[in-house]
């Protein structure tokens, strides 16, 4: 018999004397996957496709499934008594739960990652960063803009042919499949590594004329060497890099020199989950988790996958 997610977070958290409650912060966050797995599968049933006909912080349009996701998740993660305050990519500004002691943690979270996907049953994605406040003083928005290197987990969630719930703590990375029969998330992907050798490069061909042409000189050299996997739906792209190798890139452009990615909550969990399997992820000249966020919607440039192949897309940006 699989081994439930609890069970699991123990044996990988035992002995931590800085993580109490964190299993409870993850147990929050697969109740509201949960909910929010289950919306997915109805989908036209559920009267989720679509939009609201409203536009997010981003200037996005939002999906009906980013409204519901959005609602979820705050409320499962202000609920479960161990978050003080959290951010939200469909939220402009954070949303504030406790100064108490008893509040350790802080999240910042892209509810439904791809949500637009789901009007034609493409998988979709949730994706979290969590960290652990400094101290007991009071919470405010600049207590939630933490280098991605001080995070103490980070979770995502693919909503695909099954529903993959992911763990990474320091050094560990672990996948949870939920049982459609009992609700429940079995443990199915014990500690993941990153394998050796990379099996694809995942790119937005169609940008290719907007990039930096050191950009387009390093896309080339991975046109050569690998086949091309581009879901366009980030969770979906980065979880296959993770399972079987390769590296994805959202690079910025003219027009979006940052690029379309968000620092908080999607590039430094899922660079924090690539580094704990043995990958690696940059910005095109840094290390994503050394990135100090100056506001919570920040974007950045994202290069995340096999570390010695990541490596070598970051040579060839800096030889021009
Ligand atoms: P493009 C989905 O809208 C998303 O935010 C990510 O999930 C995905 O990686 C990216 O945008 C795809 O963007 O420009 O290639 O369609």
Same mark, same amino acid.
């Given at each position: 018999?699989?081994?439930?997610?609890?069970?699991?977070?123990?044996?990988?958290?035992?002995?931590?004397?800085?993580?109490?409650?964190?299993?409870?912060?993850?147990?929050?966050?697969?109740?509201?996957?949960?909910?929010?797995?289950?919306?997915?599968?109805?989908?036209?049933?559920?009267?989720?496709?679509?939009?609201?006909?409203?536009?997010?912080?981003?200037?996005?349009?939002?999906?009906?499934?980013?409204?519901?996701?959005?609602?979820?998740?705050?409320?499962?993660?202000?609920?479960?008594?161990?978050?003080?305050?959290?951010?939200?990519?469909?939220?402009?500004?954070?949303?504030?739960?406790?100064?108490?002691?008893?509040?350790?943690?802080?999240?910042?979270?892209?509810?439904?990652?791809?949500?637009?996907?789901?009007?034609?049953?493409?998988?979709?994605?949730?994706?979290?960063?969590?960290?652990?406040?400094?101290?007991?003083?009071?919470? /405010?928005?600049?207590?939630? *803009? &933490?280098? %991605?290197? @001080?995070?103490?987990?980070?979770? =995502? !969630?693919?909503?695909?042919?099954?529903?993959?719930?992911?763990?990474?703590?320091?050094?560990?990375?672990?996948?949870?499949?939920?049982?459609?029969?009992?609700?429940?998330?079995?443990?199915?992907?014990?500690?993941?590594?990153?394998?050796?050798?990379?099996?694809?490069?995942?790119?937005?061909?169609?940008?290719?004329?907007?990039?930096?042409?050191?950009?387009?000189?390093?896309?080339?050299?991975?046109?050569?060497?690998?086949?091309?996997?581009?879901?366009?739906?980030?969770?979906?792209?980065?979880?296959?890099?993770?399972?079987?190798?390769?590296?994805?890139?959202?690079?910025?452009?003219?027009? /979006?020199?940052?690029?379309? *990615? &968000?620092? %908080?909550? @999607?590039?430094?969990?899922?660079? =924090? !989950?690539?580094?704990?399997?043995?990958?690696?992820?940059?910005?095109?000249?840094?290390?994503?988790?050394?990135?100090?966020?100056?506001?919570?919607?920040?974007?950045?440039?994202?290069?995340?996958?096999?570390?010695?192949?990541?490596?070598?897309?970051?040579?060839?940006?800096?030889?021009?």
């Amino acid at each position: 018999m699989a081994t439930m997610l609890r069970d699991a977070l123990e044996a990988n958290l035992a002995g931590r004397s800085d993580a109490d409650g964190l299993i409870e912060v993850i147990e929050a966050i697969a109740e509201g996957a949960s909910r929010v797995d289950a919306l997915t599968r109805r989908a036209a049933l559920a009267d989720v496709l679509g939009d609201t006909g409203e536009t997010n912080v981003q200037g996005e349009i939002v999906q009906r499934l980013d409204a519901a996701g959005t609602d979820t998740f705050v409320e499962v993660l202000s609920e479960c008594g161990r978050v003080a305050a959290l951010a939200c990519e469909e939220l402009e500004d954070a949303v504030f739960v406790s100064d108490a002691p008893s509040h350790p943690y802080l999240a910042l979270f892209d509810p439904v990652d791809g949500s637009s996907n789901i009007d034609v049953a493409v998988t979709i994605g949730s994706i979290f960063a969590i960290y652990k406040r400094a101290d007991d003083s009071p919470v /405010s928005e600049q207590t939630l *803009l &933490r280098p %991605g290197r @001080e995070q103490i987990a980070a979770v =995502y !969630v693919v909503y695909g042919s099954s529903t993959v719930l992911v763990t990474a703590t320091e050094r560990r990375v672990d996948g949870f499949t939920l049982d459609p029969d009992s609700g429940a998330f079995l443990h199915s992907h014990p500690d993941i590594t990153i394998p050796a050798k990379c099996a694809a490069y995942s790119v937005n061909e169609g940008n290719a004329g907007a990039w930096q042409p050191e950009m387009q000189a390093a896309v080339a050299e991975l046109r050569e060497a690998y086949g091309l996997r581009y879901v366009g739906s980030l969770v979906a792209d980065f979880h296959r890099d993770l399972l079987k190798g390769g590296i994805f890139l959202y690079p910025g452009d003219r027009s /979006s020199p940052a690029g379309k *990615l &968000r620092l %908080g909550y @999607e590039a430094n969990p899922l660079c =924090y !989950v690539a580094e704990q399997a043995g990958g690696a992820g940059s910005d095109g000249r840094q290390r994503i988790l050394d990135l100090t966020p100056e506001q919570l919607h920040q974007r950045t440039p994202l290069i995340v996958g096999n570390a010695d192949v990541v490596q070598s897309v970051l040579q060839r940006l800096s030889a021009g």
